[in-house]
């Protein structure tokens, strides 16, 4: 445009800058910045306006802030770009504070506003009073949102509610829906749901058909999860990679790994998302030889694992007994400078421990530089299974000076510590301590742990205070010549 002669106006810039919006942009978004300096067509509000979401979506909230303060008339585009700033990227009591100036200025709110607010972790409820308040929940645009949000906070019952007094419906409401109750397992919600929307003429789309796999866990649901497949067979969304690495997923948890497998060699083209979904379905239902088959194909038609292909290979390593290629994988996640943090990390302590290589997990857990409460835990039983109950308490108590809260698997560590160290001392003070201050009951596993603590003797003669690790398993000549590319 520039080499045709032609001058930029405000439109232009309000019509380009928002697409500077993302951190890899931001050095062409400050040049049109300059330039709009240099021409005199940053002065126009709109501009200013545009400027500031950049800056925003830039995450370069000073930036955002001097535009906002420079306006001498702030729309209420001009406070709803800056409260959405604040909120999307984390600052949600800012974000408050400017909605407060905005009411005190005596700006009238618009959708646009409430939507921006819904981003600032604020209870949906309030948000929904202040909708009511102002006149703005009969926009399809704000009902929607809240619907959304509610779903997403888990307060389903309110969402649905709330979906079905507006006249209007949409997909997008419904799905957030449907998604919420598949997160709590709640199939027969969602097949009333899913029943509701038939009749309203509406279909599921790829992201609803993923969500309602997802939340197909409990066995009893299988005929509910074959009809689902059904209907993305009969609408065409098992074309879907996505859906069809949710249909993997779910006959793995029902342990129909021949329906899994024939799902996943139908498919025209295998990602890498749908390798790791085989291969980790596969470890999940202990049958971790077949991971390992299904790695060397991988690797065969020129794909790299990732984190969650190694992290899946660890466990299946972890299940087999596999130290050699397990040290092999570790070695690759060092040559490719793999993050070894969360579950990779854990992935690799968990395997090196039951392999038979706990000094070998120490060294692992110890390069990890913010363990998380499963790598603790991991770290914990480690010690536990091999007799060391002092180091597993010792563990235990520099994970409480770290500011983490134990969960049910940290007190099992730490109670089979105390069974294989005959520690009655101990068990009953950590057992009380679970009780008492973090109200293990909740867990469901009180009754696991009363039996554990049955099994704490006095003198250690009812656990084992060492255990027989076979560490040196090795696999299949054959199989393992496949691995050495690799």
Same mark, same amino acid.
């Given at each position: 445009?520039?080499?045709?002669?032609?001058?930029?106006?405000?439109?232009? #810039?309000?019509? #380009?800058?928002?697409?500077?919006?993302?951190?890899?942009?931001?050095?062409?978004?400050?040049?049109?910045?300059?330039?709009?300096?240099?021409?005199?067509?940053?002065?126009?509000?709109?501009?200013?306006?545009?400027?500031?979401?950049?800056?925003?979506?830039?995450?370069?909230?000073?930036?955002?802030?001097?535009?906002?303060?420079?306006?001498?008339?702030?729309?209420?585009?001009?406070?709803?770009?800056?409260?959405?700033?604040?909120?999307?990227?984390?600052?949600?009591?800012?974000?408050?504070?400017?909605?407060?100036?905005? $009411?005190?200025?005596?700006? !009238?709110?618009?959708?646009?506003?409430?939507?921006?607010?819904?981003? =600032?972790?604020?209870?949906?409820?309030?948000?929904?009073?202040?909708?009511?308040?102002?006149?703005?929940?009969?926009?399809?645009?704000? $009902?929607?949102?809240?619907?959304?949000?509610?779903?997403?906070?888990?307060?389903?019952?309110?969402?649905?509610?709330?979906? %079905?007094?507006?006249?209007?419906?949409?997909?997008?409401?419904?799905?957030?829906?449907?998604?919420?109750?598949?997160?709590?397992?709640?199939?027969?919600?969602?097949? !009333?749901?899913?029943?509701?929307?038939?009749?309203?003429?509406?279909?599921?789309?790829?992201?609803?058909?993923?969500?309602?796999?997802?939340?197909?866990?409990?066995?009893?649901?299988?005929?509910?999860?074959?009809?689902?497949?059904?209907?993305?067979?009969?609408?065409?969304?098992?074309?879907?990679?996505?859906?069809?690495?949710? #249909?993997?997923?779910?006959?793995?948890?029902?342990?129909?790994?021949?329906?899994?497998?024939?799902?996943?060699?139908?498919?025209?083209?295998?990602?890498?998302?749908?390798?790791?979904?085989?291969?980790?379905?596969?470890?999940?239902?202990?049958?971790?030889?077949?991971?390992?088959?299904?790695?060397?194909?991988?690797?065969?038609?020129?794909?790299?694992?990732?984190?969650?292909?190694?992290?899946?290979?660890?466990?299946?390593?972890?299940?087999?007994?596999?130290?050699?290629?397990?040290?092999?994988?570790?070695?690759?996640?060092?040559?490719?400078?793999?993050?070894?943090?969360?579950?990779?990390?854990?992935?690799?302590?968990?395997?090196?421990?039951?392999?038979?290589?706990?000094?070998?997990?120490?060294?692992?857990?110890?390069?990890?530089?913010?363990?998380?409460?499963?790598? %603790?835990?991991?770290?914990?039983?480690?010690?536990? %299974?091999?007799?060391?109950?002092?180091?597993?308490?010792?563990?235990?108590?520099?994970?409480?000076?770290?500011?983490?809260?134990?969960?049910?698997?940290?007190?099992?560590?730490?109670?089979? =510590?105390?069974?294989?160290?005959?520690?009655?001392?101990?068990?009953?003070?950590?057992?009380?301590?679970?009780?008492?201050?973090?109200?293990?009951?909740? %867990?469901?596993?009180?009754?696991?742990?009363?039996?554990?603590?049955?099994?704490?003797?006095?003198?250690?003669?009812?656990?084992?205070?060492?255990?027989?690790?076979?560490?040196?398993?090795?696999?299949?000549?054959?199989?393992?010549? !496949?691995?050495?590319?690799?």
């Amino acid at each position: 445009m520039l080499r045709e002669g032609f001058s930029p106006l405000q439109t232009t #810039l309000v019509g #380009l800058v928002p697409s500077c919006g993302r951190r890899e942009f931001v050095f062409q978004g400050r040049s049109i910045h300059g330039f709009g300096i240099k021409t005199g067509i940053d002065l126009d509000s709109q501009v200013k306006n545009a400027l500031t979401y950049m800056y925003a979506k830039s995450g370069d909230l000073e930036a955002a802030e001097l535009l906002f303060e420079e306006l001498e008339d702030k729309s209420v585009v001009s406070w709803n770009t800056m409260i959405g700033a604040y909120a999307g990227n984390g600052f949600f009591n800012e974000s408050m504070l400017v909605f407060k100036r905005m $009411v005190e200025e005596k700006v !009238e709110v618009n959708p646009v506003t409430i939507m921006s607010l819904l981003a =600032a972790n604020i209870s949906p409820e309030l948000i929904h009073c202040y909708a009511i308040k102002t006149g703005l929940l009969n926009n399809g645009s704000v $009902v929607t949102s809240l619907v959304c949000l509610y779903a997403k906070c888990g307060i389903t019952e309110l969402a649905e509610l709330l979906y %079905w007094s507006f006249p209007q419906k949409n997909l997008v409401s419904l799905t957030a829906i449907i998604s919420s109750y598949a997160e709590k397992g709640n199939m027969d919600l969602v097949v !009333e749901c899913f029943s509701r929307m038939q009749q309203l003429d509406m279909k599921l789309d790829s992201v609803a058909m993923v969500s309602i796999l997802h939340g197909i866990t409990d066995p009893s649901h299988m005929s509910i999860g074959i009809a689902f497949h059904g209907y993305a067979l009969k609408n065409g969304l098992d074309t879907h990679n996505l859906v069809s690495n949710g #249909l993997i997923s779910m006959y793995f948890k029902f342990n129909d790994i021949e329906a899994a497998f024939s799902l996943f060699y139908e498919m025209p083209e295998k990602p890498l998302i749908s390798w790791n979904s085989v291969i980790s379905g596969c470890v999940q239902a202990g049958r971790a030889s077949d991971a390992m088959k299904c790695f060397c194909q991988m690797k065969m038609f020129g794909l790299s694992p990732d984190t969650i292909t190694v992290a899946s290979l660890l466990t299946g390593c972890s299940q087999l007994g596999y130290l050699r290629l397990g040290e092999r994988l570790h070695n690759y996640i060092l040559r490719n400078n793999l993050e070894v943090e969360d579950f990779v990390g854990t992935s690799l302590i968990d395997m090196y421990t039951k392999c038979g290589s706990i000094l070998l997990a120490e060294r692992v857990f110890k390069s990890i530089r913010e363990p998380c409460v499963a790598t %603790w835990n991991t770290m914990i039983s480690g010690y536990s %299974w091999y007799g060391l109950e002092h180091n597993a308490l010792n563990c235990y108590s520099k994970m409480r000076e770290q500011g983490l809260e134990p969960d049910r698997i940290t007190f099992l560590g730490v109670l089979a =510590a105390c069974i294989h160290g005959g520690l009655l001392h101990e068990g009953k003070k950590h057992f009380q301590i679970m009780k008492e201050e973090f109200a293990t009951n909740r %867990w469901n596993d009180a009754a696991k742990m009363r039996e554990i603590m049955k099994d704490i003797g006095g003198d250690g003669t009812s656990g084992v205070s060492q255990i027989e690790v076979t560490s040196s398993r090795e696999m299949d000549p054959d199989l393992y010549q !496949e691995f050495l590319p690799f």
